[in-house]
């Protein structure tokens, strides 16, 4: 699937090269139009070319890691003269016809980085990391539940991609113990807070009660007439 994917869209972002570079060459696009035209005559084919390219971006830099540096560094050129195609077309200017001109060699710009790295993807396309093509490979059998499929893989790598295997089941086994273990906790926080339920009713329950209740007169001793004689008397 990924294969698939990558192949139709590297066939798109040729096709879209190839229209940009037919229109310059016949004069459909040119740097003597005004902005606004010159962008509606391009914008369909820099829009597409603009989103296939974020998405092979991405695939390349999974298929062949190794390759980072100049895949970024191809990616970039070409990303940033589409880019500058666009602004420079909306800029506000008394001249339109200069920006015009300036946008038009941007364009042509990245239609020559644009071939550059389509040689460069062409290339990880028929020889991807060996490594990645074999997970790839297995992860697309395990996916489609089909039959697991033999694939060749140089001696050197086979110990690397044992190891590989044995670090994704340790690391399956290790969630599922820490799923069980969470499972377990949870329980005992429930069963914890039923038990406490009771008691913290309880009390506050007497601590309502406490306060409902009227305060007492700190000195509780009850005053009686006794206590009183009239004056004289011994």
């Not at 990558?6 to 004069?27: H, T, W």
């Not at 603009?50 to 062949?64: A, Q, V």
């Not at 997970?135 to 060749?152: C, D």
């Not at 690397?160 to 906790?185: C, D, N, Q, T, Y």
């Amino acid at each position: 699937m990924v294969y698939e994917k990558f192949a139709v869209q590297l066939s798109q972002f040729e096709d879209g090269l190839q229209k940009l570079a037919k229109d310059i060459a016949s004069g459909v696009i040119f740097e003597r139009l005004e902005p606004i035209e010159l962008w509606k005559r391009s914008e369909e084919t820099v829009t597409r070319l603009m989103e296939l390219l974020e998405s092979l971006h991405e695939k390349t830099l999974i298929l062949k890691p190794e390759k980072a540096p100049i895949i970024e560094n191809q990616y970039e050129n070409m990303a940033k003269a589409l880019k500058n195609f666009k602004e420079i077309l909306f800029q506000k200017t008394p001249k339109p016809l200069a920006n015009s001109r300036l946008a038009f060699e941007q364009l042509r710009k990245a239609v020559t980085d644009g071939s550059d790295l389509l040689v460069l993807m062409r290339e990880i396309r028929d020889e991807p990391n060996p490594v990645i093509d074999t997970v790839i490979r297995l992860k697309t059998a395990a996916e489609n539940k089909g039959p697991v499929i033999t694939i060749e893989t140089p001696k050197e790598l086979q110990p690397i991609i044992e190891k590989v295997f044995r670090h994704v089941e340790a690391i399956r086994a290790s969630i599922i113990s820490a799923e069980k273990a969470l499972g377990e906790v949870k329980l005992h926080l429930r069963n914890l807070q039923q038990e406490c339920l009771p008691t913290a009713k309880k009390e506050e329950k007497e601590e309502a009660e406490t306060r409902d209740k009227p305060s007492q007169p700190k000195n509780n001793k009850q005053l009686s007439l006794s206590q009183f004689k009239p004056e004289g008397e011994a």
